[in-house]
């Protein structure tokens, strides 16, 4: 199994600025995925990282608003830009287990923003 | 309409009881099934994975899919108060498809 973490583990922030989450895996994979989870929604995908490549977004989610990082095979940052309070959220990264189907999930990051 | 509903609960049973939670969906090039259960401030963990139709158990769990009717549950026999948490079904049609998850079901299991 792949041991995930995140930070920070929570924070709130005020709106117009920017956060940086960071998401490490105890071991080398190939994708990482970035989530959202909004209160009483769905898991929602935001984009998919692989090393060595730009991300491949979702429909409603531009990298100009959710940059991310993939700079090896066991990191991964998401940066949620010019924040406003509809992004507060839980941001939770996921890597594939050797299938898709099947991701181990990191603990998540609250966020709020005022 | 959502591709996959999921009743969100709160569900709450006693200890010792079978707990029955279902999603259903629209999209028929779903392949793959999963149950994700997630605690409390935690990210979510794998519980059940199954491909196409049929049935799969993992000790308390049983995992039932009907792609006809495009209805997926899980059943927990046994309930305990360690399994109150939230249950996901998630889906995907494969081939480097995405997953599609549902809303989750709060489930309490009390003493």
């Known amino acids: 199994s792949a041991v995930i973490s995140q930070k920070p583990s929570r924070d709130i922030c005020q709106r117009g600025t920017s956060l940086t989450i960071q998401c490490q895996v105890d071991s080398q994979v190939t994708m990482m995925f970035w989530y959202r989870q909004q209160p009483g929604q769905s898991l929602t995908l935001i984009a998919t990282a692989n090393q060595g490549s730009e991300a491949t977004y979702e429909s409603g989610f531009v990298i100009d608003k959710f940059p991310i990082s993939r700079p090896n095979l066991t990191f991964s940052t998401l940066t949620v830009s010019n924040m406003s309070p509809e992004d507060s959220s839980i941001y939770l990264c996921?890597?594939?287990?050797?299938?898709?189907?099947?991701?181990?999930f990191g603990p998540g990051t609250r966020l709020l923003v005022l | 309409q959502k591709e996959v509903e999921q009743d969100p609960g709160p569900l709450s049973v006693p200890e010792g009881a079978i707990v029955s939670l279902n999603c259903t969906y629209s999209?028929?090039?779903?392949?793959?099934f999963m149950w994700y259960r997630q605690y409390s401030r935690k990210g979510p963990e794998l519980l059940m994975y199954?491909?196409?139709?049929g049935n799969k158990e993992d000790g308390r769990f049983t995992a039932q899919v009907d792609k006809s009717s495009k209805y997926i549950s899980l059943f927990i026999r046994d309930s305990q108060p360690s399994d109150s948490a939230t249950y996901l079904c998630a889906m995907s049609a494969g081939g480097g498809n995405k997953l599609t998850f549902g809303t989750g079901t709060q489930l309490k299991v009390e003493l």
């Open positions: 199954t491909y196409s139709s």
């Open positions: 999209n028929s090039a779903f392949q793959y």
């Open positions: 996921s890597v594939d287990r050797g299938t898709q189907e099947t991701q181990y």
